[in-house]
């Protein structure tokens, strides 16, 4: 029977070699697989080694898989690994006679003295497999383009994100030492404390809104959120052009409502400061002309790239922001606005089914926060929300208004909400103080700093915000996230808003003192 057996086997390793010979085989590491399977018989911590980066699928021989799934089995339920456990596993899972019966575990066994080396094995296992992966995803490409009725544009956004998958599935993350974490965030505060503007993220030129954020900060989600009309658009613009001409920061608009032409307007208007009705009817005057002609030439070579694709997929924004990054050094993405997103491309055959609109925001949002932390820049997706705002006195936004999902602000680093009492006819706050031609920007959730509210001037015809006067800043702090303390915003910061009255500043205040 053992002889038998190990006939069997020497005939199926013989006719591999024949096969090579002939032609092109698969890749794979045959005795390497041989050795891993071996050494995890041998000693009992070898598993440890290799969990991390082998599945069964990594093994190009079916019996070998057999063989290292009946190890798993054995392993994830905290029983010994030897030559007679995987044998007897191996029968209870019907597989023993399949894999080449005792024999084939026996010489297993005997072709290794060590796990020393098994790591190293396992990561040319692994590499050999995923080979395999990209040999099947190739064939797959092929048979899809030679398919008339398969969109390119669609196949080759696919093709991306499988890659990407791939890639993502076949990287080991260990756990490191928190020394050279510490040593990494060190080295980003002395960054930072070099500045002038000691800020640690991107500059927005809204002052007061850096000094609450320290900037935009690599890999967060933000969302602005705000109802119609309140201005999201003149918002992103107004940011965008100030990070693109200030501090030549690249930034991509990707407008799912707004032609690009269009979106380009608008960012004229805001920045020659000419009323839109005008530039669309294109009857200037000599001086607006001339006016037109002098400032657009700020935005001449801006690193400004727009995209008006509609009902844009998350693989289709993953696919295009990549190469935004790669080409255009991207540091910042704008959507407007997320709720236009959709998760699937229409013609992608492959997509992923979901149960109803706002399991597919949640699926949405969770991307966009993936995609931030994968380019390592902050993303800016614009929201709409629900009408519950209206039916409250003052009209003011909070975070059980974010429409279709509350994965929305679980997903979110930062979620803000632009206001506009004047909008309303609500013309004076609650202190008696204008709020024409005033926006403003509540912080509602902040995971890393303060929370709290920050006043613009908001200039209708030309669709741009734009900081306060320096003696007429009004930054009103609305309390701390989580308990982390900070101070920006600071009390003393929002005592200007009152002009020096202390008495009536501490009367609209009396918990912070």
Same mark, same amino acid.
């Given at each position: ?17 024949? $096969? ?35 599945? &069964? ?9 057999? $063989? ?22 191996? =029968? ?10 005792? %024999? ?24 050999? %497999? ?15 383009? %030679? ?47 070099? =500045? ?21 900060? =690599? ?75 002098? /400032?657009? @030439?700020?935005?001449?070579?801006? &690193? ?41 491309? @229409? ?21 966009? /926060? ?47 909400? $632009?206001?506009? &009492?004047?909008? %309303? ?19 509602? /959730? ?13 200039? @209708? ?27 920006? &915003? ?24």
């Amino acid at each position: 029977m053992a002889r038998e057996q190990s006939n069997r086997y020497k005939s199926s390793r013989n006719a591999d070699t024949a $096969i090579a010979a002939m032609g092109k085989l698969q890749p794979q590491a045959l005795e390497l697989e041989e050795a891993i399977l071996g050494a995890l018989m041998l000693e009992k911590d070898a598993f440890s080694e290799v969990c991390d980066i082998l599945q &069964p699928d990594s093994f190009y021989k079916p019996a070998h898989k057999s $063989i290292y799934e009946a190890i798993l089995a054995l392993t994830q339920k905290s029983l010994p690994v030897d030559m007679l456990t995987v044998i007897e596993k191996l =029968r209870n899972m019907g597989k023993l006679e399949e894999v080449g019966g005792e %024999y084939a575990i026996y010489n297993l066994t005997s072709k290794v003295s060590s796990a020393a080396n098994i790591e190293f094995h396992a990561k040319i296992v692994a590499q050999k %497999y995923m080979a395999r992966q990209l040999i099947a995803y190739a064939g797959k490409i092929q048979t899809n383009a %030679y398919d008339d009725t398969y969109d390119i544009d669609a196949l080759m956004e696919q093709t991306e994100a499988d890659l990407f998958k791939l890639s993502q599935e076949n990287i080991k993350r260990d756990a490191i030492q928190i020394n050279p974490v510490i040593s990494e965030a060190m080295n980003l505060l002395q960054q930072a404390m070099k =500045r002038k503007s000691g800020l640690s993220g991107l500059q927005t030129g809204f002052h007061e809104l850096d000094k609450i954020t320290s900037g935009w900060q =690599r890999s967060d989600l933000i969302i602005v959120a705000a109802r119609p009309a309140m201005g999201k658009t003149a918002f992103s613009l107004s940011m965008a052009k100030n990070m693109a001409l200030n501090y030549g920061t690249g930034v991509a608009l990707f407008s799912l409502e707004m032609a690009n032409v269009q979106l380009v307007n608008r960012l004229i208007v805001n920045t020659c400061e000419i009323k839109g009705e005008k530039l669309r009817s294109g009857k200037l005057d000599d001086h607006e002309m001339t006016q037109l002609q002098t /400032k657009i @030439k700020e935005l001449e070579d801006a &690193p400004i790239y727009v995209d008006e694709t509609a009902n844009l997929s998350v693989f289709e924004l993953r696919s295009k922001a990549r190469r935004l990054v790669r080409e255009h050094n991207v540091g910042m993405i704008i959507i407007d606005y997320l709720q236009l997103m959709t998760l699937n491309s @229409k013609d992608d055959k492959t997509a992923l089914k979901v149960g109803s609109r706002e399991q597919e925001v949640s699926a949405i949002s969770r991307s966009l /926060k993936g995609l931030a932390k994968e380019l390592n820049i902050p993303i800016i997706a614009l929201s709409q929300l629900s009408r519950q705002s209206e039916n409250r006195d003052g009209k003011r936004p909070q975070l059980s208004d974010l429409r279709e999902s509350g994965a929305i602000e679980q997903d979110a680093d930062i979620v803000c909400f $632009i206001h506009r &009492p004047e909008y %309303y006819g609500i013309l004076t706050d609650q202190d008696g103080r204008s709020t024409q031609g005033l926006a403003e920007l509540i912080i509602a /959730k902040h995971r890393n700093g303060a929370t709290g509210s920050v006043w613009f001037k908001f200039k @209708k015809d030309y669709a741009r915000f734009q900081n306060l006067d320096d003696d007429s800043i009004i930054n009103i702090e609305s309390g701390m996230n989580s308990g982390v303390t900070t101070s920006t &915003p600071s009390a003393s910061s929002s005592l200007s808003a009152y002009a020096g009255d202390e008495e009536a500043f501490l009367q609209t205040r009396p918990d912070e003192f």
